[in-house]
Nanobody, 124 residues
Framework: QLQASGGGLVQAGGSLRLSCAAS????????MGWFRQAPGKEREFVTV????????YYADSVKGRFTISRDNAKNTLYLQMTSLKPEDTAVYYC???????????????????WGQGTLVTVSS
């Protein structure tokens, strides 16, 4: 089970750090991603980190502003978000899967396990 937290209301230009804690699973064996879904829009890829932590990928819209990381010892995934913009407003979901590959990691349907989501609201 994945539990996302850390969302909230922040002004444009501000920062937030999201966390995704796992219970019942050892996250070190999973590739982990963050997705987001704004009202009326489809869920979209934000970033992914491979199980080893050695490779990360970002959506162009967040590149240079967001950083994904993982602490396998704490069984926790993080998303550090800086220079937030109103268009970053969405529910953010963490996701995990053991079998995604580079061609599927951007597709939310490729992930087997999901957290419940945490709302990030960026005011202008």
């Amino acid at each position: 089970q994945l539990q996302a937290s850390g969302g909230g209301l922040v002004q444009a230009g501000g920062s937030l750090r999201l966390s995704c804690a796992a219970s019942g699973r050892t996250l070190s064996r999973y590739h982990m991603g963050w997705f987001r879904q704004a009202p009326g829009k489809e869920r979209e890829f934000v970033t992914v980190i491979r199980w080893s932590g050695g490779s990360t990928y970002y959506a162009d819209s967040v590149k240079g502003r967001f950083t994904i990381s993982r602490d396998n010892a704490k069984n926790t995934l993080y998303l550090q978000m800086t220079s937030l913009k109103p268009e970053d407003t969405a529910v953010y979901y963490c996701a995990a899967d053991r079998t995604i590959i580079t061609t599927t990691q951007f597709n939310p349907r490729a992930y087997a396990y999901w957290g419940q989501g945490t709302l990030v609201t960026v005011s202008s």
